[in-house]
């Protein structure tokens, strides 16, 4: 009955090798092929399974913000290589081929907008960008939008994806981690909400400092997310890890995140929350 | 004080004290005045051990600050201060023994201080592991942080850590939780705060101790957001490229003075804090008294507005024409 089964079977990529690969996409998580508009609709989330493919900023930006009220902030803001740190590439030449490829000048869109009417500040990590690794810039810019949230009161809202520390920015890749989380102290202490929203994937040292600080902590379903990376602890234990390891449900069980929360409910939650932490905050009835 | 283990550069200098160590015991038992040879050997020993420890790649200062004879946070705690009493556990898991805490006296006066212990030999290193520690080190940490809060006394911490540890039990209690709290309950702090940092400062797991109103560095450690060979491993592909590594992270205590991150290196003896316990704790004794009193004279939102100032300029970058507080320009090497 090899016929009748294959019938039900959903077409695969091996049947679909001939399509043009740029109007579908095959999900991770189930291996159902999928039209790539029709991704794009559900926030690129398998309406199948529940995956969720890794999305660019903008979608982000979208999910975040009322539509057109998004002001981006600190757009020249560039690496200044303090160190003229070379590998087998100069940095400087990776920072420019990250630059020319996303559009931005570092790791991280940072901004003012409304989110149903609510004035937030919004930061969004590029994975794209040198593996969304925080060096001096990705540093700044998040200082900053601190600090403007606490000048306005608004509540802040960042979006983490990353590598970790930028290591061509040396011991100031590390000391971003203190200069985030110093803002936060200040933020912490003048009562404004911060919502910290893990993605896929979060490790190293924007994990140890900013997005595990969040007063609630976001993650979006099946997000690596934790400090030392899964190859390291690997190659450190000779073990392999057990499965679902650090992922955002390995962080709910063991208590390090509020929610997991899918991509297509972050928008709600979001609101939601930040209505019943903020005084007065529009649409509170 | 043995003379072995040794690095490899430090050879010469082991011959030249066991010489000098063969010509006391002649002296001593055959009556032999040996005081010319004598002085002659140490003053021999001093300018090898000045030109040799003066002269240190960055991969031999990594050595040098991973020296198996380099005194540890212990060692320090009876000798740089008085009445040390250990206090233990986070009050939730269990307690860390790579991370040692509790009060003693600084020239008389009360003081917490904080640390990262490496064990001496493999079992006791086992009992340390290796200097990296578990969520709950970083949370008796900040238990005790705040209990020195509570009695308005000074915090001071030692840094000498490989890193956080890499390991399924650190990620299930959360240790990037447990370094972030650290981070941001240290910036808030009332009462002042010294880090210093006396053997590695690795990546997160150093930072965890380091969010304080001075820092300083023994002048043979080293802090690094990533060990050389990691570093090397990831950005040469092949741990082999560690010296380079090391030389590009400008992690000696000399660059991260000039990148304005530290606020005073303190002198080590000739041959290094290995060679002289004793002559190093004391130093670190002048350096934070000094820093201190100088800290105790502020007001304590003075005191954290000028700590949090301090980590906000922290960085490099240029902002369009207009160039950062931190520093703009390529320093020079
Ligand atoms: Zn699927």
Redesign the interface.
Known sequence: MAWFRKEKTPLRADDRRDLPSDVFDKCEGCGEILYRDKLAQNLRVCPKCGYHFRVPVAVYLEIFSDPGTFQEL?R?????????????KPYRARLNAAQKKTGRGDAVVTGVATLEGIPISLGVMDFAFIGGSM???V??KI?RLGRRSADDNRPLILVSASGG?R?????????????T??????L??AGIPFISVLTDPTT??V???????GDVNLAEPGAL?????PR??EE??K?E??EG??RSE?LLE???VDLVVDRRALRETTVRLLRLLLAAAPGDG | MPSTPHLEFERDLVEIQEKIESLLDLAEKKGIDVAIELRELRSKLTRLQEDTFQNLSAIEQVQVARHPRRPYTLDYLVRTFTDWMELHGDRAFRDDAAMVGGWARLEGSPVMVLGHQKGRDMKDNLHRNFGMPHPEGYRKALRLMRMAEKFGRPVITLIDTPGAYPGIGAEKRGQAEAIATNLREMARLQVPTISVVIGEGGSGGALALGVTDRILMLEHSVYSVISPEGCAAILWRSAEYRDQAAAALKLTSRDLLRLGVVDEVIGEPPGGAHSDWKATADALRVALVGHLEDLKGMEAQERRQKRWGKFEALGAWVDGEMAGPGRTGPLKA
Do not use: C, W
């Open positions: 600190d020249e803001v560039r690496s200044a290589d303090p160190l003229n740190f070379v590998d087998l060096g001096s810039v540093g700044e200082a520390a290591m061509m920015e040396g011991i100031y890749s590390l000391m971003q981690m203190a200069k989380a110093t803002m936060l102290a200040r912490h202490e190293g040292g994990t140890a400092s900013f997005a595990m600080l997310v934790g400090f030392a990376g390291v602890i450190t234990i073990q890890l057990p390891f650090q390995f063991h208590g390090m």
